[in-house]
């Protein structure tokens, strides 16, 4: 009997001491947005929040139903206050899976706009951040959903798939961030396009100082351009011809099994960088236009068309990246740890636009199918 009058004695005295969840939010007393855009109009920022309502139907049975609102300002923070007084409960960013840039919009600095979603309470920093082009980013909403998803779930699926077939890096909102804040290191991000009514990631946007250079690269360039990034994803497949006649049947595909990237970089007489970057590929044919075994002295000639193909289109890519000012290799961080003095002297963006950078590819075929 002592015993338990002491425990309830103890219990009395601690239960006042625990503070509960005091803090918590439940879910079905906000309004949960599952996507945003922002658009450039009439110099303004134009926001649109989708919020996704969950409608119960019954026996375990749910429903959805997208309300789209927009409202305009000089800033994120005004048109977000606007966007309130249409909601009964709070705004929440907790669930936002995407988040769309129109191309005007995305020609600004991201930076000084995005700053918002890094100081709100409640951000969700795992978004799929992508451009859109040829329409107003808020267009795109208006599908309301992407198969059986609801649009904002469709386009995150969408760019997640472009990320594992090596068409952008993975990235989301709290990649920006961190991209925002490194001197010498540009990015790249999804573009996305209607086309007959359907969505696709159609490029790469090249992002020159924190901003869109307005230049995007299409999708049969993007796989290259990741590997010498060497920020490829699970799938990395590319094409290149027998010969130099581009006709059909006369193409053949490989996928990358393993890459090494070397990057150097050097000076010349007055100090301006060098750049030389190798790249060691071991790839499996994965189409081949003829169905006759192919013999080991074909295999090497099949090496050396891959290697001179590789070596002349990544030439290419680098100017390509070099015309809109974007260093997506980070050619310019590696300057500034290695060699911070030298860093300190150099305008990066007036330079490298200018700085030779080479690039040689070698390609060595591990296996050609099924067929020996």
Known sequence: MKNTFQKITLLLFVFPLLTGCWDQKLIVDQEVMNGVSFDLQDEKVKST????????????????????????GYSIEETYRELRTYYTGP?????????????????????????????????????????V??????????????????IA???????????SNSIVPKGTLNTLF??????????????????????????????????????????????????????YGELTDLESYLNDEKKLNNQFSYRVKKS??????KKDASGKPMVNIHLDLKVIIHQYPRTEKISSKQIKK???TISRDLTKRSQSLMKKTQKANSDVLGIGRKIKETDPIAWKALDW????????????????????????
């Open 49 to 72: 929040i989708v919020v996704l309502n969950i409608i119960p139907k019954g026996t375990g049975i749910f429903d959805f139903q997208n309300q789209i609102t927009s409202a305009t």
């Open 91 to 131: 705004l929440s960013a907790s669930k936002s899976r995407i988040v769309l840039f129109g191309e005007s919009f995305a020609k600004k600095n991201l930076n000084s706009y995005l700053d918002f979603f890094y100081r709100i309470p409640d951000p969700y920093l795992g978004s799929k951040v992508a451009i």
């Open 133 to 150: 082009k040829g329409a107003e980013a808020s267009d795109i909403f208006s599908l309301e959903e992407i198969g059986t998803n609801p």
């Open 153 to 163: 779930l469709g386009l995150y699926e969408i760019i997640d798939a472009s990320e």
């Open 178 to 231: 961190t991209y925002f804040n490194e001197p010498g290191k540009d990015f790249i991000l999804p573009v996305l396009e209607q086309i007959n009514g359907n969505i696709r990631v159609s490029g790469a946007g090249l992002i020159s100082n924190n901003a869109y250079s307005g230049k995007m690269l299409p999708i049969k360039d993007c796989p290259l351009l990741l590997l010498l990034m060497d920020d």
């Open 260 to 265: 090494k990237r070397k990057l150097d970089i």
């Open 302 to 304: 099949l090496e050396e």
């Open 349 to 372: 963006r007036k330079t490298y636009p200018s700085i030779p950078i080479n690039t040689k590819v070698d390609v060595t075929i591990e296996k050609t199918g099924i067929l020996k």
